[in-house]
């Protein structure tokens, strides 16, 4: 299986967003700049995430991106769904009614093996990411790579993090 790139600039947007401060959104822009993807490419999966409910889209000049619910609250499988959208992976054709002298057709009333191995595997793997939050990710620890992120991203947010307070 192969998920499209898009899922890993998802998570990876959401889990900078779930270290912004209470008021704080960033734009689609400088979520774009801070991974180095394309923006219109990134901008679609925003909206599909804003339209799953798991981010919040602001409006207007100080607008931009923000979690919609706590990061607890979002997990792996939540993104995925909402980039990938909520289809099997795997989708079973019927091939094997195709082809010369096909069998009769009797034999087709119970579901395909293969159809039947695939769709038990997808259910695991969506429970395996079903149990990871974003919160779960976000702890970066005390390693030297924990704080060059830590860094990186507290120096990222000085720059880019705009304030969606309606006070002046």
Do not use: W
Not at 71 to 84: R, S
Not at 97 to 109: D, E, M, N, T
Request: a positive charge; charged letters at 20%.
């Amino acid at each position: 299986m192969k998920l499209g790139e898009g899922v890993e600039q998802a998570i990876h947007c959401v889990l900078l967003l779930s270290g912004l401060s209470e008021t704080g959104v960033l734009s689609a822009q400088a979520l774009a700049e801070f991974h180095g993807v394309s923006p219109s490419y990134l901008l679609k999966h925003l909206q599909a995430m804003a339209g799953a409910g798991l981010l919040e889209s602001v409006p207007g000049p100080k607008g931009g991106y923000r979690l919609a619910k706590p990061a607890d609250k979002i997990t792996l499988l939540d993104v995925v769904l909402a980039v990938e959208g909520p289809e099997p992976a795997f989708r079973c054709a019927e091939i094997r009614q195709r082809g010369p002298s096909p069998v009769a057709s009797h034999f087709f009333k119970s579901p395909c093996a293969v159809n039947a191995a695939m769709l038990k595997a997808e259910r695991a793997y969506r429970a395996e990411l079903k149990q990871v939050t974003i919160a779960d990710l976000g702890g970066r620890g005390g390693s030297e790579l924990g704080k060059a992120i830590t860094a990186r991203t507290c120096a990222f947010f000085d720059l880019h993090e705009r304030n969606r307070s309606t006070n002046p």
